[in-house]
């Protein structure tokens, strides 16, 4: 069972920077996608970033340009960096991992609001809070 632990979060003025980081336990090499989500206070959960096994990444159109998952980082862990931070960027930001690429190509299209049920495992979350 792979465990995913997300750390980072924090509170930021508007304008500001924060990273993200998210360590699997166990089977990170046998994921084929991996994802940030996030819950903004009252809403639903919704799909912000991606990465597949071959290193497509995919971004929403939200954070296009904002947010970066960079590609060299450590084998068992996905990071999010996130800059020019938006007050509407607050939220619960959740990691989760996926045995199939079909929930990162689903971040990004129509069917986005189905993205979440393509995953196996989760994170416990970690808050990011943007004051303007």
């Known amino acids: 069972q792979a465990q995913l632990v997300e750390s980072g979060g924090g509170s930021v003025q508007a304008g500001g920077s924060l990273t993200l980081s998210c360590v699997a336990s166990?089977?990170?090499?046998?994921?084929?996608?991996m994802a940030w989500f996030r819950q903004p206070p009252g809403k639903e959960r919704e799909g912000v970033a991606g990465?597949?096994?071959?290193?497509?990444?995919r971004y929403v159109d939200s954070v296009q340009g904002r947010f970066t998952i960079p590609k060299d980082t450590a084998k068992n862990t996905l990071t999010l960096q996130m800059n020019s931070l938006k007050p509407e960027d607050t939220a619960m930001y959740y990691c989760?991992?996926?045995?199939?690429?079909?929930?990162?190509?689903?971040?990004?299209?129509?069917?986005?609001?189905?993205?979440?049920?393509?995953?196996?495992?989760w994170g416990q979350g970690t808050q990011v809070t943007v004051s303007s």
């Open positions: 989760a991992a996926s045995y199939i690429s079909g929930g990162c190509r689903t971040l990004t299209s129509e069917y986005r609001t189905l993205a979440s049920g393509y995953f196996d495992y």
């Open positions: 166990a089977y990170f090499s046998s994921f084929k996608c």
């Open positions: 990465i597949e096994s071959d290193g497509t990444i």
